[in-house]
């Protein structure tokens, strides 16, 4: 039987083999028996996952390397982190991923992270154009981007905390993302969207302290088309929650203050920021939830703007009304147009209640009993309110003609609808208005410690009273070059944003924007900004590795902290600069020099733009925004000493890039000053590369090597001499064999020694072979 016939007969048994074993397969499936699940793979380490399956944290991790520590570049994969931490401990600014879903150049779909805790990394979770993920139950802490998608569709972020980041939860371009119960706490932006990033769903989430919005929405070109459902923003008496649909151009915070409401109207407690980011806005509806309306008409309800620059309230167009069931006041079709680009605060407003919790006045003789009802409700200025804890009414007195004009003597029972507020009648409890009806709010007003129960929100006869700190205000002026701003009532923990490029701050080369900082403690002072070419600085940024274009000043006597700011370039300065996208850059100037600082490149409209992450700016500070450029340089040359004439000898060159960028060059190698030979060299940033030259030399002698500033020197030796066995033979031979020929031989003629010769000759050539 031949081989082949052999090979055929094998394989034709092991298919006999294989579809019995299948047939078993396929019965023991009908019968209903599930094949085991694979076991989790374990992770102890960094690694890229490539494969299906499961993958499970066997314990924390912690490196110090760059690049991603978990790399999945496979579908269908859930990694597990059974409540370990992924840590970087590497120095910060590295381009580091904790844990990166990869699905550029491939398709990458239906990956779940969960469980873990990824702390100090570049971007801890990174999900890069992949579908139908999962986020869950992930704490990400002190990193730059907490959960950062990019380029995705339909990924779940779920029942996540992000704490302490630059961004909590962010997405650039990506579509139709969910976002369910996660919080987002003590980060500079809690939730952070930004170019073409629609579609999103976000319920049920909460974002607080955190230093610059809550929700931010931004370079998006269209509608964003966002269904957002209680959204709960701010802490303590700063609590409120939202919703809205729409979602363009979008910054959301906590009121940093409460203003007072237009008279005859209370508001109930709920107060939110509303800012444009960036464009126009748009929001298809605004939804604003309460608390308690107690001390309001609830019915009439809507939603009012307080536009801090005019110092005035104005309400929403309609429709514009209240859902008493679900505590909820919704204006519609907000836009651009209608909200100012400085933000503005929103907060449901109603007509003050018309007397029936107050009773009818009375007579007003005893405000403990309640007779002066109208009184006590209206003891909310507490000029004489504080004296009806003696129950006599003493300063109520006049009360029983119920008509006062003024309840601030406690004399008008008339102004008694107005005691669902009592904050300035000294007493909290004055805020329900319930009280009104036995007048001890008048009994109480004695106590100022409870007058902040309402939030300060109103008092009697409507007139609007603030318990809240004084508004802060930034007014920004344009000067040379930049800005000056004046910060007022500043208070810490508050923001200061300013839009430079609505001052035109910039160059020639790049323009400044969107300027971002907060306060860390209660203070007024100044800022100025200002843009130029040339440093202000007596050291220059400019080094062999980074070529400045532009600088930025800032100078100011504010705390602050959390700076950032944005620089644009159109495609004209962007093709100048000669240059990738990457190699942008930005530096800070300090006591140590000039030093790197993070910058992210992001796609603009008609150019580029790139975010710098500033961190702590001193009084002074300048940045240099600028080009990463090769640093290629020969730092050594080596050189052969045992060379000989007409033999190569081996002259090697270290070329080193100290640069932030790969780099080439062309090397020479010079003897003696005179060119030999070129080598094209491409050094990675960072890094060296060999380059070897081999010259020959036709004279002994000692030659000066040079490449670039470096040099060598080569010794060359004249060649050996070496003499031929088999000559040296042959002529031992002639010489016997004319010794031999001629000794002792009378009559030996030339013609007999030329014979003897000729043989002499015949026999040493056959000797030789």
């Given amino acids: 039987m031949t081989a082949a016939r052999k090979l055929c007969v094998t394989f034709a048994a092991a298919l006999m083999v294989l579809s019995a074993a299948t047939a078993g397969v396929g019965t023991a499936l009908a019968s209903g028996a599930a ?84 702390e100090n990394w570049r971007l801890a979770v990174y999900y890069d154009r992949t579908s139908d993920g999962t986020v869950r139950n992930v704490t990400t802490l002190g990193n730059l981007y907490g959960v950062r998608t990019e380029l995705s569709d339909n990924v779940t972020v779920e029942d996540s905390v992000a704490r302490g980041n630059s961004l909590g939860f962010t997405d650039l371009r990506s579509e139709d993302l969910e976002y ?18 629609t579609g999103h769903v976000l319920v049920d989430n909460y974002a607080a ?24 923003i701010g802490g303590g008496e700063r609590r409120v929650s939202v919703g809205f649909d729409g979602g363009r151009s979008v910054a959301l915070r906590p009121a940093p203050s409460t ?11 709920a107060y939110v920021e509303v800012g444009m980011s960036g464009g126009d806005m748009t929001l298809g509806t605004l939804t604003v939830h309460y608390q308690d309306a107690s001390g309001v008409d609830e019915s009439s309800l809507t939603l009012w703007q307080y536009d801090e620059g005019a110092g005035s309230w104005s309400e929403f167009d309609e429709p514009n009304g ?20 400085d933000p503005v605060i929103v907060a449901p407003v109603g007509v003050t209640h018309d007397g029936d919790d107050g009773g009818d006045g009375g007579d007003g003789d005893d405000s403990d009993d309640g007779s002066d009802g109208g009184d006590g409700n209206d003891g909310s200025d507490g000029d004489d309110g504080s004296d009806g804890d003696d129950g006599d009414g003493d300063d109520g007195s006049d009360g029983d003609d119920g008509n006062g004009d003024d309840g601030s003597d406690g004399d008008d029972g008339s102004d008694g609808d107005d005691g669902n507020d009592g904050d300035d009648g000294n007493d909290g409890d004055g805020s329900d208005g319930d009280d009104g009806n036995d007048g001890d709010d008048g009994n109480d007003g004695d106590d100022e410690d409870d007058s902040d129960d309402n939030g300060g929100s109103s008092a009697g006869g409507g007139v609007p009273v603030s318990n809240s700190e004084p508004i802060m205000t930034v007014d ?38 969107d300027l971002s900082t907060a ?25 062999e590795s ?16 959390n700076e950032s700011f944005r620089v644009t370039m159109s495609e004209e300065q962007f093709a100048a600069l000669d240059a990738d996208p990457s190699d942008v850059t930005a530096m800070v100037h300090s006591d140590d020099g000039w030093e790197r600082v993070e910058t992210e490149s992001k796609i603009a409209i008609g150019g580029r733009a790139y975010d710098v992450d500033a961190g702590g700016v001193g009084n002074d500070t300048v940045f240099a925004v600028g080009v990463d450029r090769p640093a290629v340089d020969v730092a050594d040359v080596t050189a052969s000493d045992d060379a000989t004439v007409g033999d190569a000898a081996t002259v090697e060159a270290t070329v080193t890039n100290d640069g932030a960028t790969d780099g080439s060059t062309t090397v020479t190698l010079q003897v003696d000053g005179e060119e030999r030979a070129t080598r094209n060299a491409t050094v990675p940033e960072d890094g060296s590369v060999t380059v070897a030259f081999e010259p020959t030399f036709d004279e002994a002698g000692t030659y000066d090597v040079a490449v670039g500033n470096a040099t060598a020197t080569v010794s060359v030796s004249e060649a050996a001499t070496e003499t031929s066995d088999e000559t040296t033979a042959a002529t031992s031979e002639g010489s016997e064999v004319e010794a031999a020929s001629t000794e002792g031989q009378p009559g030996f003629g030339p013609v007999v020694a030329a014979v003897a010769l000729a043989a002499a000759a015949l026999v040493a050539l056959r000797r030789r072979r």
């Fill in 35 to 118: 094949a085991a699940p694979a076991p989790a793979a374990n992770v102890d380490g960094c690694t890229v996952i490539d494969e299906p399956g499961t993958y499970e944290l066997t314990r924390d991790i912690t490196t110090s390397e760059s690049g991603p520590c978990i790399e999945i570049r496979s579908s269908d994969v859930t990694l597990d982190g059974n409540g370990h931490y992924l840590s970087q401990t590497g120095p910060s600014g590295d381009q580091t991923d904790g844990v990166y879903v990869n699905g550029a150049g491939r398709s990458v779909t239906n990956v779940t992270v969960q469980d873990m805790t990824v």
């Fill in 180 to 197: 369910r119960e996660n919080v987002a706490t003590d980060n500079k932006w809690g939730f952070h969207f930004e170019q073409e990033s």
């Fill in 209 to 232: 302290n955190n230093s610059l919005n809550a929700f931010y929405t931004n370079d998006i070109g269209e509608q964003a088309n966002y269904r957002v459902e209680n959204f709960t």
């Fill in 259 to 269: 203003p007072d409401v237009p008279g005859n109207r209370s508001d109930v407690g």
């Fill in 322 to 341: 209240v859902d008493r069931d679900s505590n909820a006041v919704t204006a519609l079709g907000i836009r651009g147009g209608h909200l100012s680009n």
């Fill in 476 to 513: 920004v002026e344009s000067d040379d070059d930049g800005i000056t701003a004046t910060v007022l009532n500043g208070n810490a923990g508050e923001p200061v944003d300013i839009a430079l490029a609505e001052h035109d701050v910039g160059t020639t080369a790049v323009a400044f924007e």
């Fill in 519 to 543: 306060l860390t403690a209660d203070a007024d002072g100044t800022l100025s900004v200002a843009a130029s070419e040339t440093s202000p600085v007596s050291e220059d940024a400019s080094a």
């Fill in 546 to 561: 980074f070529e400045p274009v532009s600088y930025l000043s800032v100078a100011h006597d504010l705390p602050l902290e």
